[in-house]
């Protein structure tokens, strides 16, 4: 198995999909490398492309807003992509695209071995969560999977445009709050 480093070099380097050849910087992931906690969304915006930070826009400045609230920051959960680089203007990534990409972000979650992973929005949660995964009747659900906790809630995009969505992704994260008590024995 590959080091965090040797992982990351591989993935600065990567050009398996057409994304690469846009990038400005590389998202590799952020936070703990330790946690117990996981959260995986779809693919950078164009401040993360800026940055080579996941979750910095607007839409992961209300995500932070939201993890406060149930006591969680960046020391204890670790965020990443489905793909690592960012699709021009934002568009969903390709299935290729996402096939190209996961086994790197399959690396990550072995070298986190979180207990809990928590997808952001549709795209994150059919591909990790089941294919026919719907996000407006299924979020908030749990689910064991090969030994991960696992399940989603509204992408913080979605409710930027959608104020609506809040007061039930307000329970999700109650929810979440609840499973980390249950199952995590060092975040909170
Ligand atoms: Fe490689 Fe993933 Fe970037 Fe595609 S999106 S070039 S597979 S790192
Ligand atoms: N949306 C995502 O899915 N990921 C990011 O890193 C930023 C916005």
């Known amino acids: 198995m ?3 480093e040797e992982l990351r070099q591989v993935c600065e380097q990567c050009q398996k999909c057409e994304l690469g050849a846009s990038r400005t910087n590389l998202v590799f992931g952020d936070g703990n490398p330790n946690a117990e906690i996981m959260f995986v969304g779809e693919g950078p915006g164009q401040q993360e492309d800026l940055t080579g930070t996941p979750f910095v826009g607007p839409a992961g400045q209300l995500l932070d807003r939201m993890l406060e609230i149930i006591d969680l920051d960046r020391t204890k959960y670790y ?11 934002n568009r ?6 996402q096939d190209a990409c996961i086994d790197y972000l399959r690396e990550q979650v072995k070298l986190v071995r ?4 928590v997808c952001l929005g549709r ?32 992408h913080p995009s979605a409710l930027l445009r959608d104020e609506s969505k809040r007061p039930e992704t307000f329970d999700d994260l109650i929810s979440i709050r609840e499973k980390i008590k249950e199952v995590c024995e060092r975040t909170c």
């Open 123 to 154: 795209i994150a949660a059919m591909r990790l969560i089941s294919p026919d995964y719907r996000i407006t009747r299924e979020h908030g659900q749990w689910v064991q999977r090969s030994g991960f906790w696992m399940t989603a809630i509204y």
């Open 114 to 117: 979180p207990k809990i992973i």
């Open 92 to 97: 969903d990534p390709l299935a290729g695209e």
């Open 2 to 4: 590959r080091s965090w």
């Open 79 to 89: 965020i990443a992509n489905i793909v690592k680089c960012r699709p021009p203007r």
